[in-house]
């Protein structure tokens, strides 16, 4: 579990200010999103949790998928060359910047840290816990996979990894390979084709491959337990 590098990892790192606007869209994005979880009951379990994870945030069908509003802004663009296309998968998966990142779970983050209360001796609440576990996991696998930035096992990528040289083979370069073989014309529909059947897809299945014991063993070593609906109604 060591890999990991949760929300706590880089909050001081993310510079609240500059992200203005979009912060506050995010935030209401979220909490229309977080609202879903009141039908499963006050304190879900982690499978409910891993259950809304690949259903919400994760479903292109859903109104509050992750992806949609960097998605949609790329469509705006009338023309887009292989620079713009990297930065279609960084605005995506970069640990700091992306959607799946810190920055776009920061207001997630926010909402269910007033949501689930921790119990009574610790840091934080079981759900909240778990959300970080997955969305972290994933993240990193996703960077692994793709050799984001050279896919560091860790998941800790290092800025001056992410070389946008199409003829790089470190940073994404088997992405690299099928936009040398697009022609200009066809470079916006070759990466969305790219993403909307080989990366998004994989990062569902990645949430799906996620063991119970998995979310277990963190919670352990975090020193969390899980809540129950039963101890939510004793408060």
Not at 189 to 216: L, S, Y
Request: aromatic share 8%; proline share 5%; hydrophobic share 30%.
């Amino acid at each position: 579990m060591k890999h990991l590098r949760t929300y706590h990892d880089f909050k001081n790192s993310i510079n609240e200010e500059l992200l203005g606007g979009m912060l506050n869209l995010l935030k209401g994005l979220w909490g229309k999103s977080v609202d879903e979880l009141d039908k499963i009951g006050e304190s879900p379990s982690y499978k409910d949790i891993k259950k809304w994870i690949s259903d919400n945030p994760f479903n292109p069908s859903d109104n509050n998928y992750i992806f949609k509003g960097i998605m949609d802004d790329f469509l705006k663009k009338k023309e887009v060359n292989d620079e713009d296309c990297l930065s279609l998968i960084e605005k995506a998966i970069d640990p700091a910047t992306g959607a799946i990142g810190i920055q776009g779970l920061n207001p997630l983050i926010d909402i269910l840290k007033k949501k689930y209360e921790p119990k009574k001796g610790e840091k934080e609440s079981s759900q909240l816990a778990c959300f970080e576990f997955i969305l972290s996991t994933v993240r990193t696998k996703t960077i692994i996979k793709f050799k984001y930035a050279g896919g560091p096992s860790d998941g800790k990528v290092v800025p001056n990894k992410r070389n946008m040289d199409i003829n790089d083979t470190t940073h994404l370069p088997d992405v690299k390979i099928i936009l040398k073989k697009s022609k200009d014309v066809d470079k916006k529909k070759t990466i969305m084709d790219f993403m909307n059947k080989i990366m998004f897809p994989q990062i569902d299945k990645f949430v799906d491959e996620i063991k119970d014991d998995d979310i277990k063993k963190y919670l352990d070593s975090k020193k969390i337990t899980e809540n129950t609906p039963e101890e939510n109604t004793e408060k």
